[in-house]
Antibody, heavy 117, light 108 residues
Framework: QVQLVESGGGLVKPGGSLRLSCAASGFTFSDYYMSWIRQAPGKGLEWVSY????????YYADSVKGRFTISRDNAKNSLYLQMNSLRAEDTAVYYC??????????WGQGTLVTVSS | EIVMTQSPATLSVSPGERATLSCRASQSVSSNLAWYQQKPGQAPRLLIY???TRATGIPARFSGSGSGTEFTLTISSLQSEDFAVYYC??????????FGQGTKLEIK
């Protein structure tokens, strides 16, 4: 079945870096656009970044532009999010999701990123 | 940016009754509107897309309606497993997705 599994979250100090990964299985990864979405503790959902199937088109939310970099390796069926210059307000569960005709289906289980000194 | 506003923030309904959740867009999103359900400790799950089409495996008690700027998610005859947080999401401005702030559906 279609499955997305995130990893790489953890505790990092303000100003630090972290790289998240999302392993995809059960579908032809290279055919699909992918997104990262985050959810701060007790808060709602915030779209973070999008990458096209080939990786040639990328978008970011203004809140992470210039600090985060999305990428993918279609040979490894993997999606990545490199997060630099992390701030306390980046603390959240980060989900990867497959984009299907504009919707997000399915979502991974999420990985928690905590930015704190 | 298209702002999505959901109401109410919390809705208290008894099992077996009907729940009606609202979502308003700051500008027209046509029918490019999805609804997601999120239970505690779980990832969101797609319920409705195209404003009114149920996703695969979603029970018929879930229905969506609306177009333009006003949308509604209706859950008829609430089951215990339906108590959760519900989010609307516009994808008219894809891939610059925006979500509503969520409606918590709780047991009355």
């Amino acid at each position: 079945q279609v499955q997305l599994v995130e990893s790489g979250g953890g505790l990092v100090k303000p100003g630090g870096s972290l790289r998240l990964s999302c392993a995809a299985s059960g579908f032809t990864f290279s055919d699909y656009y992918m997104s990262w979405i985050r959810q701060a503790p007790g808060k709602g959902l915030e779209w973070v970044s999008y990458i096209s199937s080939s990786g040639s088109t990328i978008y970011y939310a203004d809140s992470v532009k210039g600090r985060f970099t999305i990428s993918r390796d279609n040979a490894k069926n993997s999606l990545y999010l490199q997060m630099n210059s992390l701030r306390a307000e980046d603390t959240a569960v980060y989900y990867c999701a497959r984009s299907v005709a504009g919707t997000l289906l399915p979502w991974g289980q999420g990985t928690l990123v905590t930015v704190s000194s | 940016e298209i702002v999505m506003t959901q109401s109410p923030a919390t809705l208290s309904v008894s099992p077996g009754e009907r729940a009606t959740l609202s979502c308003r867009a700051s500008q027209s999103v046509s029918s490019n509107l999805a609804w997601y359900q999120q239970k505690p400790g779980q990832a969101p799950r797609l319920l409705i897309y195209g404003a009114s089409t149920r996703a695969t495996g979603i029970p018929a008690r879930f229905s969506g309606s609306g177009s333009g700027t006003e949308f509604t998610l209706t859950i008829s005859s609430l089951q215990s497993e339906d108590f959760a947080v519900y989010y609307c999401q516009q994808y008219n401005n894809w891939p610059l997705y925006t979500f509503g702030q969520g409606t918590k559906l709780e047991i009355k």
